[in-house]
Nanobody, 127 residues
């Protein structure tokens, strides 16, 4: 049974970089064919997929966030991290890490297909 836990600051100032880490237990982030995503949900809005890092280290990002998002991993700690630069109040949301086990990682925006989720962490962008 995989467990995912997000960690990071709950308050970030505008123009700064948001950094969140997801710690995975119960399995390795290098296990085939797991894809490790970051997803966010602003209050009153739908979930939005941000990007993923795959079991082999490949990454894919939402086109709308690609210029500001970066996902990398530390396999020794079994963690993966999201950095989102130049944040604005519009980046305020609950941020989730989640994973899919799939040989065809094309349905990353179908949130019903995710096997495991973290509990989510509120991030507020405000001065």
């Amino acid at each position: 049974q995989l467990q995912l836990q997000e960690s990071g600051p709950g308050l970030v100032k505008p123009s700064q970089t948001l950094s969140l880490t997801c710690t995975v237990s119960g399995g390795s982030i290098t296990t085939k064919y797991y894809y490790w995503s970051w997803i966010r949900q602003p209050a009153g809005k739908d979930k939005e997929w941000i990007g993923y890092i795959g079991y082999s280290g490949t990454t894919l990002y939402s086109p709308s966030l690609k210029s500001r998002a970066s996902i990398f991993r530390d396999t020794s700690k079994n963690q993966f991290t999201l950095q989102l630069s130049s944040v604005t109040p519009e980046d305020t949301a609950v941020y989730y890490c989640a994973t899919q086990n799939t040989a065809v990682p094309n349905y990353y925006e179908n949130f019903e297909l995710y096997n495991y989720w973290g509990q989510g962490t509120q991030v507020t962008v405000s001065s």
